[in-house]
C-alpha cells in the first residue's frame, strides 16, 4: 500500500487550504483514512479519519466547525478541507490508510506541511 498527500502550502490566518490524499493498494483491502498532523516538539494527534462503507467520521474538537473531511468513492482518496485557519494549526499533515487482505496493515505517507502565518 502507498499513500501519497499533496496540496500543503503557506497560508494567512483565516485563509483555506485543501489537502489531498491517494492511496494505491495491490492485494489490500482499504477500509479507513484519516488526517493526523504533528507539531514541532509535539505528538502526532488526529485530525480527522473517515471509515469507509459506513462513512463514519471522526474530527477532533479543535478542527470541529472548521475543517471537512471527504473521501472519492471512486477510489481510495480523500481530501481536507480546511477553512478559518490558525496559526496553531501549522504543522505537518500525515494521511493514513487502513488496510487489510490476510491481517490488517497501517500504512502512512511521507507527510505535507502547512504553514500559517501572517
Known amino acids: 500500500v502507498f499513500v501519497a498527500e499533496s496540496g500543503g502550502g503557506l497560508v494567512q490566518p483565516g485563509g483555506s487550504l485543501r489537502l489531498s490524499c491517494t492511496a494505491s493498494?495491490?492485494?489490500?483491502?482499504?477500509?479507513?483514512m484519516g488526517w493526523y498532523r504533528q507539531a514541532p516538539g509535539e505528538q502526532r494527534e488526529l485530525v480527522a479519519t473517515?471509515?469507509?462503507?459506513?462513512?463514519?467520521?471522526n474530527y477532533a474538537d479543535s478542527v470541529k466547525g472548521r475543517f471537512t473531511i471527504s473521501r472519492d468513492g471512486a477510489k481510495d482518496a480523500i481530501f481536507l478541507q480546511m477553512n478559518n485557519l490558525k496559526t496553531e494549526d501549522t504543522a505537518v499533515y500525515y494521511c493514513?490508510?487502513?488496510?487489510?487482505?490476510?491481517?490488517?496493515?497501517?500504512?502512512w505517507g511521507p507527510g505535507t506541511q502547512v504553514t500559517v502565518s501572517s
Open positions: 493514513k490508510a487502513e488496510s487489510r487482505w490476510y491481517g490488517p496493515l497501517t500504512t
Open positions: 473517515i471509515t469507509f462503507g459506513s462513512d463514519y467520521i
Open positions: 493498494a495491490r492485494d489490500y483491502t482499504i477500509y479507513a
